[in-house]
């Protein structure tokens, strides 16, 4: 493989193993908040945190760049400390990010909306830490929900595209991510080049949908009871 080959996808791995973390601790932390919330301002949160979703991601990416341009108000803080975010490789990341915690969130939430509060009642009756609930009790009951939520954030991950490009921009071996670098390479008739490219995403987002799907029929064969059982 070329180094040109080698470039965009050491780049997005990078990226998307970044941003998976990121919005793993991200995603549990505002949907375990959300399911217990009941506040007034509990549908307006919900609408903001899965608004990337239906925005385009140009838009999304227009916004970002507002923001940490030298003159929005995350740019001139970070102006302060001599940083820039824009067309850097966290820039990559922060796109990412915003684009792939809707799934991270709206999967996990869901799962942990299904936990039985009572469950966790008990854990408090026998003396456990809120602490101690979340990561034994809570967290295993929602897990199969978070795992797939995490493997979607994966995936949208690697094929971000619109808001990486106006944030992050196109720097061949610093910001060309793989889908970025696929429309280049296109524009520039290079289209042996953009097919490779093509066939990595191809075969990692079908093995990461693989991988979810075997996941949960592997959770559902778990949960049924036996006949012999009954």
Known sequence: MT????????????????????????????????ARYTGKFRNFIDGLFILPVVLPPT???????VLFGKNGPLGALLNVFNTS????????????????????????????????????NAARTLGASEWRIFWTV??????????????LAFARALGEFGATLMLAGNIPGKTATIPVAIYFNIQAGHMDQALSLVLIVLV???????????????????????????
């Open 3 to 34: 180094e040109s080959f080698m470039a965009p996808l050491l780049i997005s791995l990078k990226t998307v193993l970044a941003t998976t973390v990121i919005t793993f601790f991200l995603g549990i932390s505002a949907a375990r908040w959300m």
């Open 138 to 151: 809570t967290m295993p009951l929602a897990w199969p929900a978070i795992v797939s939520g995490t493997i």
């Open 204 to 230: 990692i987002s079908f093995a990461s949908l693989t991988a979810l799907a075997y996941w949960k029929g592997k959770t559902k064969r778990t949960t049924i009871i036996a006949p012999e059982t009954l």
């Open 59 to 65: 838009v999304v990416g227009f916004g970002l760049l």
């Open 85 to 120: 975010i824009v067309f850097s490789w966290p820039a990559t990341v922060v796109a990412a990010v915003i684009m792939s915690f809707p799934l991270m969130y709206m999967t996990s939430r869901g799962g942990f909306e299904q936990v039985d509060i009572n469950i966790e």
